[in-house]
């Protein structure tokens, strides 16, 4: 059963009663918040559940600036770009060295577009979905990537992908499972979804609670470990074939804008210096070893899965 969003008693997936696990002290637009956890589906929530309106003041204005300054000049620029590149081409590996080449993607949440673009660079037929119909027209202009505006339910596609990638997105989405199914009847026949979500279950968490940067409510609706999506895929009759609890783009990245908020990537971005850019560079560079080592535990920052249709 799924209850009405607003309707802040019961889990917003699966309409059980929920019970709160932590209070978040920052209050954000007048609005405090805490986490609640559904014992029946096993997903963690955002409480209360963001209204519409809120929701709206978030993604507005800057939200979709955060990575659009990236490509920078001179020696720093290249080291950067080179970084970004290495992690953009690390974050899809699993994906596309399962896909032929020249596969269609569809990367659903594209934000700054900068993951479509890596793609469309190496030769995949990728489009996009997003809600800012701005910057899908940006994404367009710049790139001639096909973007669709509005929730992936919503949208009528002409055709189906081999793969279709949820990048640090199923965890906004108001209704998780109904994306999922959708991205389902997407799917070929032996199509691929690459999902990857910040890990409740993961050691971060554990450790930073509520300063823990990737909990980043009231954005994140949803707190997912590695059962509850095994659960929701399941109910989206889909199997996840393939995951790890590491990623070099966020899992570093989570303890440094953890621990020292004034590198954060938006604040990076709004006071950009080259001290503070090395700084952030260094400091992930140091906690490398730390998030690799709780992901071969198991207990990683992220959750990075791969699904397939199950057989009928
Ligand atoms: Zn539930």
Redesign the pocket.
Known sequence: MNVAMNDTT???????P?KPILEIPEVFNGHRFSLHA??????I?TYPFPSDALLRDIYSGEYWTREKTTQKQGAIGGLVNWFNEIRLAATVKPLLQRLPSGASILEVGCGSGQLAKYLKRKGYGVEVTDISREILEEIRASSGILGYCGSLEEISFPHQYNGIIFNNVLEHLPNPLSALEKANHLLTAQGLIFIEVPNIAGLQFRLLRESWYHLAIPAHLFHFSLQSLQKLAQEASLDITWHSTFSIRTSAAGYVASIFPALQPTKLRQHWSKFRLLSYLFLQMSFLPLAFGEAVAGKGAVIRALCRRKPQ
Request: proline residues 7%.
């Open positions: 019961c889990c917003p997936s699966c309409g059980e929920g559904c014992d029946s589906c096993e997903l929530y």
